[in-house]
């Protein structure tokens, strides 16, 4: 059986208010990284206050947690967005493509009721290392 290793970067946000999960953990060939939000390493506050913003912040936090984890962001093999508003779709999409390359993960995404911190997306991941 795959042994389990936490992942823990600072140039990501720790968990949400002190909550009870790790950023990722690595088991066997695969990183398993924890819903991420738009908000810096140490902030306590949003960046900006559009999906674009949002998204590339996301991105950001995903590839910080995953270099740390001895991979990237083209290792991704399943990604799960959460939108606030699903009319965001296209303007998520469009960050959301520069960062996946030409081969992007399996995706599932949702609109859902409510984000941590009033965020308007959350994705968490799967990447193999």
């Known amino acids: 059986m795959a042994e389990k290793a936490v992942v823990r970067t600072e140039d990501a946000p720790a968990p949400f208010q002190g909550a009870p999960y790790s950023q990722a953990?690595?088991?066997?060939?695969?990183?398993?990284?924890?819903?991420?939000?738009?908000?810096?390493?140490?902030?306590?506050?949003?960046?900006?206050?559009?999906?674009?913003?949002?998204?590339?912040?996301?991105?950001?936090?995903?590839?910080?947690?995953?270099?740390?984890?001895?991979?990237?962001?083209?290792?991704?093999?399943?990604?799960?967005v959460f939108l606030q508003?699903?009319?965001?779709?296209?303007?998520?999409?469009?960050?959301?493509?520069?960062h996946v390359g030409a081969n992007p993960p399996a995706r599932s995404t949702f609109e859902v009721a409510k984000l941590p911190a009033g965020a308007l997306i959350e994705i968490e991941a799967v990447a193999h290392l």
């Open 25 to 80: 953990i690595r088991a066997g060939d695969f990183v398993f990284v924890s819903g991420q939000v738009g908000m810096q390493a140490g902030q306590a506050q949003l960046v900006g206050d559009t999906i674009a913003d949002q998204t590339e912040q996301v991105f950001a936090n995903l590839g910080a947690i995953l270099e740390a984890a001895g991979t990237g962001l083209d290792k991704l093999v399943k990604t799960t």
């Open 85 to 98: 508003n699903l009319d965001d779709f296209q303007a998520m999409n469009s960050v959301y493509a520069k």
